[in-house]
């Protein structure tokens, strides 16, 4: 009589690979993103305030840091991040009031968002650098 052996189950692998969300999965991961850096902008430009409003030396040294392209860059980063979770957040009202919630417009809106934010960074971008 041959031997039964018992196989363990195998684990399960879940593949959370952004690449396998759809859109508005992703709208959503990029939203809490977006706040967490907003979250941290807000230090620096504390910083910036506070610095700006000590004496004109301390100004001006604010307005030349600001004026070096690496930090117009970061701005550039901390701008879109404003954009999006904006965006993202309009779009997540209208879900909370039952406004597109069938997927075809889901995916329709997901997509606005990251067309929309990225427009009006690349166009605010252009006019601040």
């Known amino acids: 009589m041959p031997e039964l052996t018992v196989r363990k189950p195998r684990p399960i692998w879940y593949n959370i690979n952004l690449l396998n969300l759809p859109v508005p ?15 941290l902008a807000i230090i620096g430009l504390l910083y910036c305030l506070d610095g700006s409003l000590k004496s004109e030396v301390d100004f001006g040294q604010i307005r030349g840091g600001l004026s070096h392209p690496l930090v117009k860059l970061v701005a550039l980063g901390f701008m879109w991040s404003f954009l999006h979770h904006f965006c993202a957040g309009i779009r997540f ?24 934010s990225g427009l009006l960074t690349l166009i605010l971008g252009v006019k601040i650098w």
Do not use: E, M, P, Q
């Open 93 to 116: 009202l209208f879900l909370d009031l039952g406004k597109g919630i069938n997927l075809s417009s889901a995916r329709a809106t997901a997509y606005a968002v990251f067309i929309v």
């Open 25 to 39: 999965g992703i709208v959503s991961i990029f939203h809490r993103i977006s706040g967490l850096l907003l979250t």
